[in-house]
């Protein structure tokens, strides 16, 4: 029996098919309003930035990290994995250390925020940037902005007594320890492997030994 044309699509049809249907569903939702010709919805948000107060539009589906880069061309803070694990984009908000590409913009109206560019000058530089160039805490410098941010937000943990993972009792005052400056410092990625570097920066910037 010939069922040769009991099918009425032949094999090129059906996996053209597949393949625009397999398409379709990869496009981002984003995306998918663009090509519908969708506006974006635009909020006006007001940073305290460096100490400045700076007012952009910005589509509410904006990072902090893009906000920062490509409204207000700080591009000290760096875009690394834009998925928040390789602390690249580390800025403080409010004197708290976080990693600006998976904060929106929006979500942080009237917030303090310092970014690299807000911690020092080449003449007056900030005491962990000047240890960073001492200790030659860095080799590409890409990450650096972030490592800088990120080390002082540490400080701050450990002073006001915010416990990690790698303490044995959570209601003691954390210590600088080895163990504990990995543990806090984990979050941000050196790719050039400075890391013994950065850990000497930080410990002369605390004042002691870990």
């Known amino acids: 029996m010939d069922d040769s044309n009991s099918f009425p699509i032949s094999r090129r049809d059906l996996l053209v098919a597949g393949a625009s249907s397999i398409a379709s569903t990869a496009v981002p939702p984003a995306a998918a309003q663009a090509s519908a010709g969708e506006a974006p919805v635009l ?74 560019e807000g911690l020092g000058t080449p003449k007056a530089l900030h005491p962990m940037q000047a240890a960073f160039i001492k200790h030659d805490g860095y080799q590409c410098g890409y990450c650096t902005p972030g490592q800088i941010c990120s080390a002082i937000g540490v400080l701050d943990e450990i002073k006001r007594g915010v416990p990690s993972h790698a303490a044995a009792d959570i209601t003691a005052q954390p210590q600088l320890t080895g163990a504990e400056l990995r543990e806090r410092m984990s979050g941000n990625i050196c790719r050039c492997g400075a890391y013994s570097n950065i850990a000497e920066a930080i410990v002369e910037v605390a004042g002691g030994k870990a």
């Open 43 to 116: 909020a006006r948000v007001t940073l305290q930035v460096n100490g400045t107060p700076r007012t952009v539009e910005v589509d509410t589906r904006t990072t902090l990290l893009d906000a920062l880069r490509e409204h207000m061309h700080l591009t000290g803070t760096k875009k690394g994995c834009d998925q928040g694990q390789c602390g690249a984009c580390t800025v403080l908000v409010n004197g708290r250390r976080i990693v600006s590409c998976l904060s929106l913009a929006v979500m942080n109206q009237g917030a303090q925020v310092t970014t690299i």
